[in-house]
Nanobody
Framework: QVQLVESGGGLVQPGGSLRLSCAAS????????MAWYRQAPGKQRELVAT???????NSADSVLGRFTIWRDNAKNTVFLQMNSLKPEDTAVYYC???????????????WGQGTQVTVSS
């Protein structure tokens, strides 16, 4: 059906930057919303940022002005540029997409496997 594969996580010092990527693959018919979520230890998964096929974006207040989400529709890929990282940004970051595949063209929610981001000195 549809698979999401993230890359780009790692360890970075406070104030540093990282870029996450998430590529969708499979028998894709269409992709609607793409987004990034994160989950810190002991906390619930929270929405970080979303983007529509037309490029409209929304971000959580906690990352406004620091994180930027965008997508390449031709490559079925969504990115998250994270600047001025803080220790509280430490979490597993998950890619999310609402997509349909050619088999039935039914919109479903898909998740990536997650990528660890650790902000520490």
């Amino acid at each position: 059906q549809v698979q999401l594969v993230e890359s780009g996580g790692g360890l970075v010092q406070p104030g540093g930057s990282l870029r996450l990527s998430c590529a969708a693959s499979g028998s894709i018919f269409s992709i609607n919303v793409m987004a990034w979520y994160r989950q810190a230890p002991g906390k619930q998964r929270e929405l970080v940022a979303t983007t529509t096929p037309g490029g409209r974006t929304n971000s959580a207040d906690s990352v406004l002005g620091r994180f930027t989400i965008w997508r390449d529709n031709a490559k079925n890929t969504v990115f998250l540029q994270m600047n001025s990282l803080k220790p509280e940004d430490t979490a597993v970051y998950y890619c999310y997409a609402e997509a349909s595949w050619t088999g039935d063209r039914v919109q479903r929610a898909y998740w990536g496997q997650g990528t660890q981001v650790t902000v520490s000195s």
